[in-house]
């Protein structure tokens, strides 16, 4: 199963999870699968999925305009920056709908809490890979994911002090942090 609108085709997939173990987390390497995208595969309770980062700006193919309409669309208060990246996941055989996470719940609903923590896990080993990326977006699609990504994200500013996570906006759809 290709995920072509991704940029990742089923040889990409095959190499990612190449070395994937069978414990209960897994996180990969992170992989750049094109200019300003980056790609780290994890595997949580026996499921595979993507956490992908990419840069808003070759999001709306480096069209200011674009980029101002979708922010404006999400009611974000700030332009981004070059060095920023849009945060996204999505379970990795979640082929039609792979943003639409109704369709892919967890096995059990008390794994979201470590779920969080593999989520704070990859944000960290994000943050130390790739400095030069100053800031964060994250739109979530459901208000689970929201609460998700808040908890994950102050956790982020809290328990991390020389990463120093900011919060930048956090209203309607839009949520950015930046390195401080």
Same mark, same amino acid.
């Given at each position: ?22 414990? &209960?987390?897994?996180?990969? &390497? ?6 300003? *995208? ?8 026996? $499921? ?14 480096? &069209?200011?305009?674009?980029? #101002? ?18 945060? *996204? ?8 709908? #792979?943003? *639409?996470?109704?369709?892919? *719940? ?10 969080? #923590? ?8 994000? $943050? &130390? ?52």
């Amino acid at each position: 199963m290709a995920h072509l609108a991704l940029g990742i085709d089923d040889a990409l997939r095959h190499a990612l999870f190449l070395t994937a173990s069978d414990s &209960d987390v897994w996180i990969g &390497d992170l992989s750049e699968i094109g200019l300003d *995208k980056e790609i780290i595969p994890v595997r949580f309770a026996g $499921l595979d999925y993507w956490f992908l980062f990419v840069s808003p700006h070759a999001e709306t193919g480096n &069209d200011p305009a674009f980029l #101002q309409l979708m922010m404006n669309n999400v009611d974000a208060e700030l332009f981004p920056q070059r060095a920023s990246r849009l945060v *996204k996941f999505c379970r990795a055989d979640a082929e039609a709908e #792979q943003f *639409k996470p109704e369709g892919w *719940k967890l096995p059990q609903p008390r794994q979201i809490f470590q779920f969080a #923590q593999v989520i704070r896990r990859v944000m960290n080993f994000y $943050l &130390d890979a790739m400095p030069e990326i100053q800031q964060f977006f994250y739109f979530p699609a459901s208000s689970r994911l929201l609460r998700l990504y808040a908890r994950v994200f102050r956790s982020l500013v809290t328990t991390r002090p020389e990463r120093q996570i900011a919060t930048l906006n956090g209203t309607g759809a839009c949520h950015a942090y930046q390195r401080a």
